[in-house]
């Protein structure tokens, strides 16, 4: 391309920078996407730091103290503009030198990431990629501010409209405007005059086209934040994976018992009495999964309490750990639904660490909030009154997995999951009901929300064909926080017979059934169970919706016996 003096300067500058964010875009989505460790600009800016002298380094650390490392990153992004601005002034006066120019920078940056320490070959390759990147995009925005898309036959620069209004006559080079270019107005008047075609049909200068090239560093800027974004997420999904691996569970002081024989009746098709993580059900209101590092988390309790804290996860661990089996439901779930699981929860008590905050009179409610921002007010007497409500951090022998709240979430046993069960919990403002309020609350949820007595048939399933004979029902139930007492079912609206109950370890946790002694005849069946909880109260067959405060009803299955 030849030297054209009629790119403004700042045009110039704005092609070398929008370059360059292409160029840091990229490579983050690289890095993200190849789990290289090295992002570039941190490598440099690493590098930096080891070839400063000792003396500059004390000076900037005592003038710039615990920001030191955000002025170094600061001033690392302010030199690699100016660089990349000076490459995009390279480039309009010749391609070749803004291209060198890049292949130069790509070569420091390889060379920063490669001398590293543990520095792996696969950590070059976000720099390549984002050099490469950054060429293209050069390439094309100094095309798009001098010269035709695709060959002087085609659109001139004159014309900012689409190029479909653009039509070809004959095959001399010539060319001349069709109705849509029209579209452009007035605006067209500012580049002055169209040249003869047949000046525009050969390779000389073309004029600055100011509107094509600010569309075209609008694509650059597009391009380069979704791959920074994007790259982001990535990583930092895998750096907290890579944390929760790595993370050992210490023992609690207070174990739970080992779980007693006879809890699990170990039939096929019920479910067992541990729900395994991966079965869990999962239900929030994150489209994303919060990647919450558990060495940056931290849980500030404030509010209507006498000294407000501030805990780091390390903090959390020093804590007197506690472990407890609680089934966990969610008010949404349906008669005879699935959202509802039962796990061995290991954290810390959240009554503990309300007493060394000191609750003030008066405080009824817990408002707490998750890294993502959903909120949840849950009744400060229910958590104080003795149950294990904990904050969490293992579940089953792990780590909580990462869409069940890692690091930490809150688990109250005998409440909804929506009214206690925070996820990814940071915050917790002790507040009054009447002052505070939850997410799910002016959308039509109660603000209160006890688990009511529910019980669920999974053997037989609705609908299914079984052979005639003995036929096991067998299903679970739970009342958290009361005990289940009694099950019974009924075969087309029989006598209700007593189910045999599985052993509960404690009250929080639901309780398998069994009905092994029907004898199944040909035709079709309707079976209905019922629970009755330690409070004496029999689920009625009265039907309730889920909202506002959760379904009730008797779970009903039709079979066909054949
Ligand atoms: N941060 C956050 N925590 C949350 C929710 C949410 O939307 N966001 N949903 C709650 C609801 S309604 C339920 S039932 C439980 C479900 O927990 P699980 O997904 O681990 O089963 O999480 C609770 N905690
Ligand atoms: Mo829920």
Same mark, same amino acid.
């Given at each position: 391309m030849e030297s054209n003096r009629r790119v403004p300067l700042w045009a110039a500058a704005l092609i070398g920078l929008v370059s360059g964010a292409v160029a840091v875009g990229v490579s983050l989505l690289v890095a993200g996407l190849v789990k290289a460790s090295a992002f570039p600009v941190v490598a440099v800016g690493n590098a930096a730091v080891d070839l400063t002298p000792a003396a500059l380094k004390d000076f900037a650390i005592r003038t710039f103290g615990e920001n030191d490392k955000t002025v170094l990153l600061t001033g690392i992004f302010l030199v690699l503009a100016v660089i990349a601005a000076a490459v995009g002034v390279l480039a309009v006066r010749d391609i070749r030198y803004g291209l060198a120019g890049l292949a130069a920078f790509g070569v420091v940056g390889v060379l920063a990431v490669l001398t590293r320490p543990g520095a792996a070959a696969v950590d070059v390759v976000p720099t390549v990629a984002g050099v490469a990147a950054a060429m293209f995009a050069l390439h094309r925005l100094v095309a798009r501010a001098l010269a035709p898309e695709t060959g002087p036959r085609e659109a001139g620069p004159y014309d900012a409209g689409p190029h479909g209004g653009r039509v070809a006559v004959g095959g001399g080079g010539e060319e001349r405007n069709g109705g849509g270019s029209a579209g452009g107005g007035g605006g067209e008047e500012r580049y002055g005059a169209p040249v003869p075609p047949v000046m525009r049909a050969g390779n000389g200068p073309y004029p600055f086209d100011r509107r094509r090239l600010l569309i075209g560093t609008l694509g650059g800027v597009a391009v380069a934040g979704v791959a920074g974004l994007a790259g982001r997420m990535l990583s930092s999904r895998a750096e907290v994976a890579a944390a929760r691996v790595g993370m050992a569970l210490p023992r609690p002081a207070v174990p739970a018992a080992p779980l007693p024989a006879g809890v699990d009746l170990r039939i096929r098709g019920l479910s067992p009495f541990v729900t395994p993580n991966h079965d869990f059900y999962r239900v929030d209101t994150a489209l994303v999964v919060p990647q919450v590092d558990p060495r940056s988390w931290t849980l500030r309790i404030h509010g209507?309490?006498?000294?407000?804290? #501030? +805990?780091?996860?390390?903090?959390?661990?020093?804590? &007197?750990? #506690?472990?407890? /089996?609680?089934?966990?439901c969610c008010v949404s779930? #349906?008669?005879?639904?699935?959202?509802?699981?039962?796990?061995?929860?290991?954290?810390?008590?959240?009554?503990?660490?309300?007493?060394?905050?000191?609750?003030?009179?008066?405080?009824?409610?817990?408002?707490?909030?998750?890294?993502?921002?959903?909120?949840?007010?849950?009744?400060?007497? !229910? !958590?104080?009154?003795?149950? %294990?409500?904990? +904050?969490?951090?293992?579940?089953?022998?792990?780590?909580?997995? *990462?869409?069940?709240?890692? &690091? !930490?979430?809150? *688990?109250? &046993?005998?409440?909804?999951?929506?009214?206690?069960?925070?996820? $990814?919990?940071?915050?917790?403002?002790?507040?009054?009901?009447?002052?505070?309020?939850?997410?799910?609350?002016?959308?039509?949820?109660?603000?209160?929300?006890?688990?009511?007595?529910?019980?669920?048939? /999974?053997?037989?399933?609705?609908?299914?064909?079984?052979?005639?004979?003995?036929?096991?029902?067998?299903?679970?139930?739970?009342?958290?926080?009361?005990?289940?007492?009694?099950?019974?079912?009924?075969?087309?609206?029989?006598? $209700?017979?007593?189910?045999?109950?599985?052993?509960?370890?404690?009250?929080?946790?639901?309780?398998?059934?069994?009905? /092994?002694?029907? %004898?199944?005849? &040909?035709?079709?069946? @309707?079976?209905? *169970?019922?629970?009755? /909880?330690? @409070?004496g109260y029999t689920q009625t067959p009265d039907l309730a919706p889920v909202a506002p405060d959760g379904a009730t009803g008797w779970h009903t299955v039709s079979v066909d016996v054949a």
């Open positions: 209507m309490v006498d000294r407000p804290v #501030e +805990l780091t996860f390390a903090d959390l661990m020093k804590r &007197p750990l #506690e472990e407890a /089996d609680i089934t966990l779930n #349906e008669v005879g639904g699935p959202y509802v699981g039962n796990a061995r929860w290991l954290g810390t008590s959240l009554a503990g660490v309300l007493r060394d905050a000191g609750v003030r009179k008066g405080a009824d409610m817990l408002l707490s909030t998750s890294a993502d921002g959903w909120t949840c007010g849950t009744p400060v007497d !229910v !958590v104080l009154d003795g149950r %294990d409500a904990l +904050l969490a951090f293992g579940m089953n022998g792990e780590a909580l997995p *990462v869409e069940h709240g890692f &690091p !930490v979430r809150q *688990v109250v &046993p005998g409440l909804y999951g929506y009214v206690s069960a925070t996820k $990814w919990v940071t915050d917790i403002k002790v507040t009054r009901f009447d002052r505070d309020e939850a997410y799910w609350t002016p959308k039509g949820w109660s603000a209160m929300g006890p688990v009511k007595t529910q019980s669920r048939i /999974d053997l037989p399933r609705d609908g299914a064909r079984v052979a005639p004979g003995r036929t096991v029902i067998a299903g679970v139930a739970w009342a958290q926080h009361k005990g289940v007492e009694a099950v019974e079912v009924r075969i087309d609206r029989g006598q $209700w017979r007593q189910a045999r109950l599985a052993v509960a370890p404690t009250a929080d946790t639901w309780r398998q059934w069994v009905v /092994d002694d029907w %004898d199944a005849t &040909p035709g079709s069946h @309707t079976i209905e *169970v019922r629970a009755t /909880d330690a @409070t």
